[in-house]
Structure formats: structure tokens, C-alpha cells
């Protein structure tokens, strides 16, 4: 069979942490994902780091694999002659079985490791999403190409490309892992198919900010609307609304617009606030100078005072 370097693949030091893999995998499928990449050959490289992932997030899996040694990427070698044995693979021929399908079946996952009339439970497969906002907030159907292990009625394992297409909910938020029962693999003589687990990446807004279900936006505001108060249209997900915006407000200070930012199911949704940021003209002609100058003669608001006040103390 021919070697990979898994660890070549994820672009991570053969004594990575467990949370070095699974970032290392995070970041490629951000960058290779078929559905949002424009690298080339980016489906064949997501495949690729896929199924180095499988086997090196697994503590067994990876010790098993460390103990095949190293060899130059896709160099023609065979395992030891007792890794079959310490592994649970037995003592079947190595010859023309890719190092995927090996590591897929590790541990006794394939049937021919048990009795070939078996029932048994297809694999679970795993794969990053990567959404926009808008699919995350409303929720969308996507079809995710699959190259994943089934078994034929010999109980022999072999890579076979699928199309699962999927809803995910609304409301699901970057970094959740989400399961979808029966999505993975499908059973061996009737047992059931395996789950599908969805690493979720959701790409940023250029207004929305996600926290939790929460929302943020930040809201400009001239200085005679903050401190005279007005009502302001501001856009949501959903839709524009309007806001009132109450006299005396101070920038920084958060406008709650409630039940208008993330929701999954009947579970109460989350709030979208608007931060108020207060932005001053740029340039100003003669007229509003002198305003500005009659403005700043007649006040007796100084924001500083509290700087001098700490300073006396």
C-alpha cells in the first residue's frame, strides 16, 4: 500500500497536541472546503486532510498509525510484520487495501473482524461546514459530497462517494459540532447507519456581530441625536425596524432590540443590540462653525472632569 503523512497533510508536528490536530483541521477546512473554496483542487485536498484527521483524533487510531514508522509520501510499503496482530487486524494480506480503508476498519470497525453474519452498525463520518450568516440565522439545506466506508455482503470495506443532503436548523453559531443521526454510514446485514457529525464555521458579517444567540451592530449616531434623542431605522436579519434612540445617549451604551437575534427551534431567540457610536461631521462650513463655537461658549459639560477629579485624590 502506499504511505501518507497525515501529519504532513494537517501541517502539524508528529508530536501535536490532540487540540493541535483538531485546529490545524479546522483552519484547512475553512480554506478547502468544496463549497466555498476557490483553491485549486480543493475538494481533493479536503478529502485528503479528512482522512487524516479521522485517524489522528483517535488515540488508537494514532498510536497505531505512529507504529508503521516513517516513509516519504506516497512510498509503496508494507506494515510490520506484527502490527496485524498488536493492532486486532489479524492476519489478513495488506495487499491492494488503501491506508484509509486500513484505519477505517481499525479496532475491529469492519466486519470481517467479527462473525460475517453480524449485524453491525455503519460508521460514523465527519465533515467541516462552512455557512454564511444568513444560512446560519435562517437555517439551510446543503448537500455535502462524501468519500465515505461501506462494506459489501463479503464483509470487504471499500471507499464509495456520496451526496448527503442535510437541513440544518436555524441558529447554529461557529464552532458547534452537530450531530445528524443515520447520516454516516450505512449498517452491515440491517444494522443501523451510522451519524454524521458537522463541524460548524460561520463566516463573519460586515454588520453583525455573533455572541452566543446574541447579536451586536454598532450604530452611528451624530451628536445632536444623542443628546436630543430621535428614532432611527436599523436593519436586522429580518428586516429594517425602527429604534428609538433616548436623549442623553452615550456612546458605547447598548439599545436593546429584544427576541431579534439568533433562535433555534421554540427556544427562546436571542437579542440584537445596538451600540451607539457617536460620529462628528468631518468638515463643517462657516455657518455651523459658529454654531459649534456658540454651542461650546454657552455649555458647561466638561467629560473630563472625572480625569481631574482622580488626579486631586
Known sequence: ???????????????????????????????????????????????????????????????????????????????????????????????????????????????????????????????????????????????????????????????????????????????????????GGPGYRGGPAGDLYLDIEVADHPLFRIDGRDLYMDLPLAPWEAVLGTEVRVPTPAGEVSLKVPAGTRGGQRLRLGGRGLARGSGTPGNLYAVARIDVPATVDDAQRALYRKLAEGSTFNPRAHLQTENRS
Open 1 to 183: 500500500m502506499k504511505y501518507k503523512d497525515y501529519y504532513e497533510i494537517l501541517g502539524v508536528k508528529r508530536d501535536a497536541s490532540a487540540d493541535d490536530i483538531k485546529n490545524a483541521y479546522r483552519r484547512l477546512a475553512r480554506k478547502y472546503h468544496p463549497d466555498v473554496s476557490k483553491e485549486k483542487d480543493a475538494e481533493e485536498k479536503f478529502k485528503e486532510m479528512a482522512e487524516a484527521y479521522e485517524t489522528l483524533k483517535d488515540t488508537e487510531k494514532r498510536a497505531a498509525y505512529d507504529q508503521l514508522g516513517r516513509h516519504t509520501q506516497g512510498e509503496e510499503f508494507r506494515p510490520p510484520p506484527d502490527w496485524g496482530q498488536s493492532f486486532g487486524q489479524g492476519a489478513g494480506s495488506f495487499e491492494d487495501i488503501d491506508l484509509a480503508d486500513l484505519f477505517a476498519a481499525f479496532g475491529g470497525g469492519g466486519p470481517s473482524a467479527r462473525r460475517p453474519d453480524a449485524p453491525r452498525r455503519g460508521h460514523d463520518y465527519e465533515a467541516g461546514v462552512s455557512l454564511t450568516f444568513d444560512q446560519a440565522f435562517n437555517g439551510a439545506e446543503i448537500a455535502l459530497q462524501m468519500n465515505g466506508l461501506e462494506w459489501d455482503e463479503q464483509g470487504n470495506g471499500r471507499r464509495v462517494p456520496r451526496t448527503i443532503t442535510i437541513r440544518v436548523p436555524r441558529g447554529v453559531t461557529h464552532g458547534e459540532k452537530l450531530r445528524v443521526p443515520g447520516k
